[in-house]
């Protein structure tokens, strides 16, 4: 099966730089993903990983180690609206490209 | 605006309630998704949707049963739940490229509770 651990909260201050983090065990590995829900709303797709390296969209980016089982969103010039929470996700491969597997969540604070 | 919208947005209900949410996608997606959303859960992917054909039923209890009568809406009717099933379902659509970037568009969720 699959499971991914994040961390529960992250709180940083505005302008600064935060990296989340998260190690994936997946029976087949096909790429990571990150989504961003803020409170009340929907997860939003930010980015998607299935090579190595850093991924760079805007402020945010993001970096897969397959080797490690690893990968984190980097989020920089953090902004209030940036406070929301962030679900790392792979697709579990036991049943077909359709089923995304979500870790628990960070929640990100972001203070003035 | 992700082009999933979802009714009702809150929906308070007896144990001996029946009652449906609402899901419509406006993106010409041919995957359509229930998720659960429980407090410091992961989500929790219920049913998958191809073409409206069920593909996926990740060991729901039947007091859950969706109907998908096109690729554009789903619902999910509920009855006899119990209070643990309080929670956010959110639906989800994506174009099933069958790709590994299929990315899935979430709706605002229905905030559910049980009493």
């Known amino acids: 099966g699959q499971s991914l651990e994040q961390p529960s909260e992250v709180t940083a201050v505005e302008g600064a730089i935060v990296q989340i983090n998260c190690t994936y065990q997946t029976s087949g590995f096909y790429g990571l993903s990150w989504y961003q829900q803020h409170d009340g709303g929907a997860p939003t797709f930010l980015s998607y990983?299935?090579?190595?390296g850093l991924e760079e969209t805007g402020r945010f980016s993001s970096f897969l180690s397959r080797s490690d089982s690893y990968g984190y969103l980097l989020l920089q010039e953090l902004q209030m609206k940036d406070s929301a929470s962030y679900f790392c996700a792979v697709r579990d491969m036991n049943t077909g490209f359709q089923k995304l597997v979500f870790g628990t969540g960070t929640r990100l604070l972001v203070s003035p | 605006e992700t082009g999933v919208t979802q009714t009702p947005r809150h929906l308070v209900m007896g144990m001996t309630n029946k009652k449906s949410l609402k899901c419509e996608q406006h993106?010409?997606?041919?995957?359509m998704y229930w998720y659960k959303q429980s407090a410091k859960k992961p989500l929790e992917l219920m049913f998958v949707y191809n073409f409206k054909e069920q593909t996926e039923n990740n060991s729901v209890p039947s007091r859950f049963s969706p109907e998908c009568p096109n690729s554009s809406h789903l619902f999910l009717h509920l009855h006899t739940l119990q209070p643990e099933d309080s929670a956010l379902y959110l639906c989800?659509?994506?174009?099933?490229?069958?790709?590994?970037?299929?990315?899935?568009?979430f709706g605002p969720g229905t905030r559910l509770t049980v009493l």
């Open positions: 993106l010409g997606h041919n995957a």
């Open positions: 989800a659509s994506s174009q099933d490229k069958r790709e590994y970037t299929d990315t899935q568009y």
């Open positions: 990983n299935a090579l190595d």
